[in-house]
């Protein structure tokens, strides 16, 4: 015994960083939550090192303050406050009856195109996005609302659940996102640039999975019928209703991006806003009451998340892994483009054994320091750099692609949560059929990480207005 405490004690840091990594990856694939598995292997990983430096009760006493400082100290930031009241003009917006006013237009304005319900779910799903922020409400909201609706047109159950789950994911990417809230903070980058550059890249992850489902439904009419007897006087009728959510998001980007306002200010004036409309709409006490646990519920576990995480982060650094990482990745004999698309392949895998948020805390403070040093390093000019991007460009652009990844995660067996979510809330749809309809959305959201690597002004036209790049 003696001796392999020898061994162990004895052991670089960099060795006992890849044993505590292995070990909180194989927690993780037994069954146990990320958090907990995080949290477990960074305390663990401090102790092992600070003890192999200043024996074992010096160890124990610096790992468990490090244990009770370091959640408190990340988690205290003002740009995480702005999480649950993002996560709170979401619950509000369905409780106060908006939601289904979004959607009724959508299904007016493009009802009539190949699958139109599920086209008008699409971009229903993604103006909700716009004052939601959290993927997993987008799609519980939208199964209650609109697989019925489909359903009752004759729309195949699987192709109605696989559209709500994969558009919910769009709030991962359209503004106000709570993963790029995390990202931002996890980097260094400026929130607000970050909210920016995820506007567009969220639109055309929406157009290309409505054109999608016009393909599927023109190549099999048994998905989904169009929908008929819309007039121009129902359309316009039907705009009035959605218009506060549109509004809601315009006085969010004018506070942001105006320099009216921080984004946690803006977060809490649009959380006002949905508020005294959804008041003046007659919302009840138990619906403010429901609205408000689901907001406490759905940010409790994304700060758990962040805290457990933020201890394995911390060991990490003292680890020194990020830094080895990085130095390998830079000195690989193939283009950096090359490199970049497997640690994308990468991302799929773990996606399919980690929830999105878990994934890019634990990944993220290893990656970042790798791609950025594949663009050319820090303060790298865009002139000098493999990617033609400077470094707060790279940032950027890797940070939208990145979290693009990662909304695979929310409809990837077998952890899918966007699919649990929707099966949950809809008994007809088993979570098999969930999973079978979200099939064909992953070649949707590979056509548009293609296109965002290909072309990445634009994911950076909109921060360049304001001068973030």
């Not at 004690?9 to 069954?31: K, N, P, Q």
């Not at 016009?214 to 006087?233: E, K």
């Not at 004018?254 to 006002?272: D, H, K, M, S």
């Not at 990745?329 to 399919?352: D, K, N």
Request: charged share 10%; glycine share 10%; with cysteine.
């Amino acid at each position: 015994m003696n001796m392999v405490w020898q061994q162990m004690a004895t052991m670089s840091s960099i060795d006992i960083g890849l044993w505590v990594t292995g070990l909180m990856l194989v927690l993780v694939v037994l069954g146990m939550r990320v958090a907990f598995a995080a949290a477990l292997a960074g305390f663990l990983g401090l102790l092992w090192i600070f003890t192999a430096k200043l024996g074992f009760e010096k160890g124990l006493m610096v790992a468990i303050k490090m244990a009770g400082t370091i959640p408190h100290s990340k988690i205290s930031t003002v740009a995480l406050s702005l999480i649950p009241t993002f996560i709170l003009i979401g619950f509000l917006a369905y409780h106060a009856g908006l939601t289904r006013a979004l959607f009724e237009a959508a299904k007016r304005w493009v009802g009539w195109l190949p699958g139109g319900m599920a086209v008008a779910t699409v971009f229903s799903t993604a103006g909700f996005a716009a004052v939601s922020g959290a993927s997993v409400a987008t799609s519980a909201v939208f199964a209650r609302i609109a697989i019925p609706e489909m359903l009752k047109l004759g729309y195949d159950k699987r192709f109605a659940a696989g559209v709500v789950a994969a558009g919910g994911t769009l709030a991962s990417l359209i503004p106000p996102s709570a993963i790029l809230v995390i990202y931002a903070i996890i980097v260094e980058q400026d929130v607000g640039a970050l909210l920016m550059a995820g506007f567009l890249p969220g639109i055309v992850s929406a157009l290309i999975y409505a054109g999608l489902v016009i393909v599927l439904a023109r190549l099999r009419q048994d998905l989904g019928p169009p929908v008929q007897g819309y007039g121009w006087r129902e359309r316009f009728a039907a705009l009035p209703g959605a218009l506060p959510i549109f509004i809601v998001t315009g006085i969010i980007f004018v506070c942001i991006y105006g320099g009216v306002g921080t984004p946690t200010e803006a977060g809490a004036l649009g959380a006002f806003i949905i508020l005294c409309l959804a008041a003046y709409k007659g919302m009840r006490w138990h619906d403010l009451r429901g609205a408000l646990l689901e907001t406490a519920k759905l940010t409790a576990m994304i700060f758990t998340i962040i805290w457990g995480v933020l201890l394995y982060v911390r060991f990490l650094g003292f680890a020194d892994l990020p830094g080895t990482f990085a130095d390998w990745i830079s000195g690989l004999e193939q283009s950096p483009l090359l490199t970049l698309i497997l640690i994308l392949c990468a991302y799929a895998i773990l996606g399919m054994f980690m929830d999105a948020i878990g994934m890019l805390l634990l990944t993220l403070p290893v990656v970042y320091p790798a791609v950025i040093a594949l663009n050319g390093g820090v303060g790298v000019s865009a002139a000098d750099s493999a990617f033609g991007l400077s470094e707060t460009g790279c940032a950027i652009w890797f940070g939208i692609i990145v979290v693009k990844m990662a909304e695979l995660c929310l409809i990837t067996p077998p952890i899918g949560l966007n699919c649990f979510v929707v099966a949950g809330v809809r008994p007809e749809c088993s979570v098999q059929d969930v999973f079978r309809g979200v099939t064909p959305f992953f070649i949707a959201d590979i056509l548009t990480i293609a296109v965002l690597i290909l072309m990445p002004q634009i994911v950076l036209w909109l921060p360049s207005l304001i001068g973030a790049v």
